[in-house]
């Protein structure tokens, strides 16, 4: 179920950033008209947001595997800070 919800969410994502790409070429293109520009740009924000939170949950799901000096590995959460 996890699977399907993940591959679910990875989908809403790209069809976002889809529409997202095409709102930002109709609205370069200049030839939407005032109305037209003013709900593109509030739904292209819309996205936007969704999107950032999308990349938000997904980096707090990434873990980083660790090998102890045993062979046996670890998973804990990834830390930019991590140097090893």
Do not use: H, W, Y
């Not at 003013?38 to 660790?66: H, P």
């Amino acid at each position: 179920m996890a699977a399907q919800q993940e591959a679910t969410s990875i989908a809403d994502f790209e069809k976002s950033l889809d529409e997202l790409e095409t709102l930002v070429r109709n609205l370069e293109q200049g030839e939407l008209s005032l109305e037209q520009s003013l709900t593109a740009f509030e739904r292209g924000v819309k996205l936007t947001r969704a999107c950032q939170q999308a990349l938000k949950n997904a980096e707090q799901r990434v873990e980083q595997l660790i090998q102890n000096e045993d062979g046996t590995l670890d998973s804990r959460p990834f830390s930019v800070d991590d140097t090893n």
